[in-house]
Nanobody
Framework: QVQLVESGGGSVQAGGSLRLSCAAS????????MGWFRQAPGKEREWVAS???????RYADFVKGRFTISKDNAKNTLYLQMNSLSPDDTAIYYC????????????????WGQGTQVTVSA
């Protein structure tokens, strides 16, 4: 199993940027896919982006062009650079990981972090 710890959340004004980090530890050798989900108050959890070990990335339509997912395999760390933030991006952001495919929003991810709060004010 992989342990995931998110950091980098906080409060920002609309139009601002944040970078989330996710440190992975434990049995990381078999991890093929990592990604981010988010859940806003009163809404269902939704997939944001994923990236494979070979750095092939996929994004939800609502973040394309604004968010960038990346990873540092040497540091076992996943990142999410978020630009042009809007109040609609306010949510708890969760880091996820799994050894399986497909590396997308269709995967039922095995490992989850505790989440980090992102708040965007108008």
């Amino acid at each position: 199993q992989v342990q995931l710890v998110e950091s980098g959340g906080g409060s920002v004004q609309a139009g601002g940027s944040l970078r989330l980090s996710c440190a992975a530890s434990g049995s990381t050798d078999g991890t093929y896919c990592m990604g981010w989900f988010r859940q806003a108050p009163g809404k269902e959890r939704e997939w944001v982006a994923s990236i494979t070990t070979y750095t092939v990335s996929r994004y939800a339509d609502f973040v394309k062009g604004r968010f960038t997912i990346s990873k540092d395999n040497a540091k076992n760390t996943l990142y999410l650079q978020m630009n042009s933030l809007s109040p609609d991006d306010t949510a708890i952001y969760y880091c996820v990981a799994d050894a399986r495919a497909p590396c997308s929003g269709r995967l039922d991810y095995r490992d989850w972090g505790q989440g980090t709060q992102v708040t965007v004010s108008a």
